[in-house]
């Protein structure tokens, strides 16, 4: 079936050092959003990408849609401790249905 | 706006027992959803709606009933509590379906013994 997987699926870094965590789909996406989930918290929505090849900017996040549109990134530069979370990626079921497959995310931990 | 609102936030449950979980929204979205999170598996979607009246099974549907009679309120019952049914349980609610921005509710923290 539709699998949106994402990596890692943790990683724990030093303040100030950078993150990317990656998308993939087993299908090509008609558009990706991302989502951070905050410890305890409920996801909020980051942005949604939908043109082949996207980049978008947001402060120190860099989200990126591939050029085949099954895969996506996010980047995060110089982290801070207001980044740690959990950052989630997801796309439409394909087939008509009109719902969302979440990746397991990728929880991203930093150390002062 | 209240946004997306969940109640209660955290309930106990034996197995076998019913309930219901509310969610309600003020933006008048018409599309609302389920999802259940589990440590490690991310999101799972149970049932979604597209509209008062319209409902329709997600990937984990099973144990799970739902009813949208107004814009405004999609109620998410269990019927006979299982184990296996806990987890953390979030609402969420966008315009009009799953290219718009999602917006989830607080959530509902359900353990079953």
């Known amino acids: 079936g539709q699998q949106v997987m994402q990596i890692p699926q943790y990683q724990h870094v030093q303040e100030g050092e950078d993150f990317t965590t990656y998308c993939n789909s087993s299908?090509?996406?008609?558009?990706i959003q991302w989502y951070k989930q905050r410890p305890g918290g409920h996801p909020v929505f980051l942005i949604q990408l939908v043109k082949s090849g996207e980049v978008k900017k947001q402060k120190r996040l860099t989200f990126q849609f591939g050029e085949a549109k099954k895969n996506s990134s996010l980047h995060i530069t110089a982290t801070q401790t207001t980044d740690v979370g959990t950052y989630f990626c997801?796309?439409?079921?394909?087939?008509?249905?009109?719902?969302?497959?979440f990746g397991a995310g990728t929880r991203l931990a930093v150390h002062p | 706006n209240a946004g997306v609102t969940q109640t209660p936030k955290f309930q106990v449950l034996k197995t076998g027992q019913s309930m219901t979980l509310q969610c309600a929204q003020d933006m008048n979205h018409e599309y609302m959803s389920w999802y259940r999170q589990d440590p490690g598996m991310g999101l799972r979607l149970i049932h979604y709606?597209?509209?008062?009246?319209?409902?329709d099974q997600g990937e984990v549907p099973n144990g799970y009933n739902v009813s949208r009679s107004t814009t405004e309120d999609f109620p998410l019952r269990l019927l006979s509590a299982a184990p296996s049914q806990t987890s953390v349980y979030f609402c969420?609610?966008?315009?009009?379906?799953?290219?718009?921005?999602?917006?989830f509710g607080p959530g509902t923290r359900l353990l079953v013994l």
């Open positions: 997801t796309g439409p079921f394909s087939g008509g249905y009109n719902k969302l497959i």
């Open positions: 709606s597209v509209g008062a009246g319209i409902t």
């Open positions: 299908t090509t996406l008609s558009n």
């Open positions: 969420a609610s966008s315009r009009s379906g799953q290219q718009e921005t999602q917006y």
